[in-house]
């Protein structure tokens, strides 16, 4: 199973804080890293931390091969010099330049200027999240530059946290001084307001507990809680307001969901490639019978991340949008059954000529054919026939293919929230004869199956506003 930046090639120059961890998540996604920095002493730690990589020998040795060359550097004037001193000319064709750095904006705007006259292409991607966000590959990536070079540099910065395209090249940098400022701004007020509370006799600690609760913002972690988050992090990549608050009202708790949760991510390789998991996610939470938004927002960025196409993810909830005809697939065999009981049915109808060309069109567009569809093309067959144009409409593009189709279908037959017996079996049928094997099954089954969490992390968030306990451990 491929991961997914397997067969990338991605320069980076600067080995600190954040260029190590920053590589290691590359070389983690597939990636094959060819790295440099100029001291020594860095080259040897990262050769420690990040054994997977490839350490070079210059900065336009990183560029040999490289679709990309990211950059980590202190500042504007290295980023220049590094980029002039061979760098540029190293590039290879249609490489990409990303200068990940803290760079001033229009230094950033006047350099890509000037490679753009040579035809080379260099966007700013600065980011914010600190080390602990490089190591948990949730950094927030402020991209900036042209839509489709930051499209195409996207699945290498999905690497690292969450990509966000901000504008024209030097929006990144921009963006990343402005929220410095406005951190800075806060800071300098929060300390001006700490000071005059003091002379009013209010004690600090006191302030804190009660400003906290008023702003909804979360107090530090215990050294458990911390620890819990890291390791949810790690293991499933992402973290959310809603895993905040459940941590915060009972950390073991979410210690248990995340064991529970973590099941299909803990093999190596998986039954499933990590997008086909978001796939499944997608389908769970966006079920008509479910609805979780807050999860949809989280498994579609998450998807994107690991290479999904839009198409690719409409075409999921294009499948799954079909749920609805389970009323009649249910109703109509309860109906028909009534209607023997009470002497009002002769038995099944001969069918039309139209009702067999139907049913016809059904079993080739589909690949199977059900008993559960007989009544309903026999009492409703104008419902059918405009079922039969809405569910195939996933099914002529051919976006996914056919297998991980009826694994979306048995994702959303199998949920808690659902749990039609037929529907399941006949598409476990179809799965199995399209070639899905036991253990990719039952992946589906394990990311199924902690559906039930969603109780928690929809009303914990209210529990902790109800209760007064947001902002206290």
Known sequence: MSAPLDGHVVGVVGLGNMGTPMSANLVAAGATVRAFDIAAEARERFAAAVPGAEIVGSTEETA?????VLL?????????SVIGGGLADALEPGAVLVDMSSSEPPRTVALAERLAADGKVLIDAPVSGGVS???AATLAVM??????????????????GRPRHVGAVGAGHALKALNNLMSAAHLVASSEAMLIGRRFGLHPEVMLDVVRVLRRTPVALTDEQQAIKDEFVRVRGKWGEEWQHILELDPAFLRAYLNFSAVPWRREPGALEPKVRELIYITVDASATHMYTRGLRKHIAAALGHGARPAEIMEVLELTSTLGIHTCNIGVPLLI???????????????TEHQEKLKARFTETRGYWHSFWDGLLELDPELF????????VPWRTGTLE??????????????????YVPGLKQHLRNAVRLGATVPEIMEVFEIASVIGVHAATTAAPILAELSGREGRP
Do not use: M, Q, W
């Open 385 to 392: 026939e405009a079922y039969l144009e809405f569910s195939a």
């Open 64 to 68: 040999a091969g490289a679709e990309a």
């Open 143 to 160: 991209a900036g530059g042209p839509e489709e070079t930051v499209a195409k540099v996207r699945p290498l910065l999905a690497a690292l």
């Open 133 to 135: 966000g490089a190591r």
């Open 72 to 80: 980590s550097l202190p500042n504007s004037d290295v980023v220049e």
């Open 337 to 351: 059954e009534v209607l023997d009981e009470e002497g009002l049915r002769d038995g099944p109808a001969e069918l």
């Open 402 to 419: 056919p297998k991980i189709k009826e694994l979306v279908y048995c994702a959303f037959d199998a949920a808690a929230t659902h749990l």
